[in-house]
């Protein structure tokens, strides 16, 4: 049997890198190959099975990614927009494949990212699900089939612990919805709704945050019209939809060529 890609997991104790760790402990195609946190975890230097509550892994978490991405085949990074933008310089210096789940990202940080696309192989998304990344093709769909007369607003729900809002995936369901209209979105976009707001503008697409308790992702697409609404929704239950699709980017960006990849691409819905 030939070599499982060896896999290194950054934000290892973070709620995205633990269940890709537990993804990766039996996994037929790929193992961990490190284990990355940031500078003054208190899992720096212990080892991960260990840390995570366990028996011992042989995995030591460090601090030091160019040590850790020496010899990977990829690296999964869900962290934070400032971490993923280093990041990608490291994984294209080594030309290893980056799956970038972070959200929150500015332009800027995404034009940085994408500027390292000629010597690797990115894959971002917002959203890793096979669920949302449908979702995304339908929300195109119906937008392309409703005209301005239909209002949409997308509605997300997210625990309490997100610091970033939209979510990425509901900019990428506004985009879709946009692009659907022929209309880019951030010509069209109204985030933020409070106080005497004026009544609503034809064609604008509407966001909507709620942040609470436990609640893994949840999102609805409404095409709200006189007298009929339309409401897509996709419901995340459990976060290794999320992993699993990132551990799919990361096997498929194998021996491909280098470029700036979504999910979409990964999961041949593009
Ligand atoms: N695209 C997708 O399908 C999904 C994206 N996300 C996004 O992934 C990100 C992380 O989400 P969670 O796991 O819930 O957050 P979290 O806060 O539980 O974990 C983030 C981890 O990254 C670590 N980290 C931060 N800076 C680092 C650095 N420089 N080096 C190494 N590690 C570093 C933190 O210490 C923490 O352990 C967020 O932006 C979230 O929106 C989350 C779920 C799915
Ligand atoms: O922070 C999260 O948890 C999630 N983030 C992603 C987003 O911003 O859309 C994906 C998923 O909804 C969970």
């Known amino acids: 049997m030939a070599d499982k890609v060896g896999i290194v997991v950054t934000g290892v104790s973070g709620r995205m890198g633990r269940t ?9 195609q790929a193992r961990l190959s490190g284990a990355l946190e940031r500078p003054g975890h208190d899992w720096v230097g212990r080892d991960l099975g260990t840390a995570l509550g366990g028996a011992a892994s042989g995995v030591t978490v460090t601090d030091d990614p160019q040590g850790a991405l020496d010899g990977a085949a990829a690296l999964i990074d869900f962290t934070a927009p400032a971490a993923t933008v280093g990041f990608a310089a490291m994984a294209a210096e080594r030309g290893i494949v980056h799956v970038i789940g972070t959200t929150g990202m500015t332009d800027a940080d995404i034009a940085a990212i994408g500027s ?12 890793m699900s096979l669920g949302v990344n449908l979702l995304v093709q339908l929300t195109r769909q119906v937008a392309a089939a409703l005209d301005a007369d239909y209002d949409i607003e997308v509605i997300e729900a997210h625990h309490r612990h997100k610091v970033d809002a939209p979510s990425g995936t509901a900019l990428m369901l506004g985009e879709a919805a946009a692009a659907g209209r022929g209309a880019a979105l951030a010509d069209v976009a109204d985030r933020g709704r409070d106080g005497i707001t004026g009544a609503r503008t034809r064609g604008a697409i509407g966001f909507s945050a709620i942040r609470g308790g436990d609640i893994v992702g949840e999102h609805d697409v409404m095409f709200a019209a006189d007298g009929e609404r339309i409401v897509l929704r996709h419901v995340a239950s459990d976060r290794s939809v999320f992993a699993r699709g990132a551990l799919k980017a990361a096997l498929w960006g194998q021996g491909r060529a280098p470029g700036h990849y979504s999910m979409l691409d990964v999961l041949g819905l593009s």
């Open 116 to 127: 390292h696309a000629d010597r690797a192989v990115i894959v971002r998304a917002g959203n």
């Open 20 to 28: 890709l760790v537990g993804l990766l402990a039996d996994h037929p």
